[in-house]
C-alpha cells in the first residue's frame, strides 16, 4: 500500500490551533492542495483518501471565523464593499479558496462522497462556526454540481438555515443561495423559485443590513 506521509503530517498542521503560526498552517494546505492538483489522477487510483484528508483540512480553516460578540458587532456593522475587510477571517478565506482548488481539479463523482459527508457532519453540529463552514463549502462548490439531486440537496440544506439565530450562518446560507442561482441556472430557479422566493423576501427585513443586504443580492441573482 501506498505511504500517506507526508500528507498525513501536513494535514496536522494545518489542523493544529495551538501553537502553529497561521503562516505555517496555510503553507501546509497550500502543500496538500497544490499535490492533489498536480497528482489527482494518480491519487484517486492509488490514494483515494487522500482527497478526504484535503477537504478535512480546508473545513479545518473554514472554522476559522472570529466569533466572539464584539467581533460579530463589527461584522454585523460593515457592509460588503467597506474597505478593510481583506483581513477578516484570513483563515477562513483561505480555506474557501483551497475547497474551489479542489473541486475544480477532481471530478465531483470523485470528489462529492468526501464533500458531502464532511457537510453533513459539518452541519449537523450544534455550534454555529460548524454550520457556517458547511454553508461556505457548498457555496465554494455549487459551481461544480452536475446532477439535479445535488443541487435540490444543498438547496433544501440551505433554506434551514436562511433564520438561524446567529447573523452570520443567515448571511452564508444567502450567499451561497446566491451562489446556487448563477451558477446552476435555470435548473435551481426551476426546482426551487417557489420555496426560495419568499424566503428571501421575508430575509430582506433581516434586523442585521448586511443579511438583508445580501437577501437582496440573492434574490437579484
Known sequence: TQSMEPATFMAAIAKSRDGVPNGIRSLALEWLVTYLEKREKWLNKN???FPGLVLEACMNFLLEVDSGEDEVKAWAARMDDEEGDEDEDELMHTGEQAIDRVAAAMQLEDLGPHLFKLIGHFVA???WQAKHAALSAMKQSAEYLEEKSQIDELARILLQHVEHPHPRVRFMSLYAIGQLANDQSPTFQEGWHQA?????IK???DPVD???AMAMSAFVS
Open 47 to 49: 490514494l483515494k483518501q
Open 125 to 127: 453540529q450544534e455550534s
Open 196 to 200: 426560495v422566493m419568499p424566503a428571501l
Open 210 to 212: 448586511r443579511v438583508a
Open 203 to 205: 430575509m430582506m427585513d
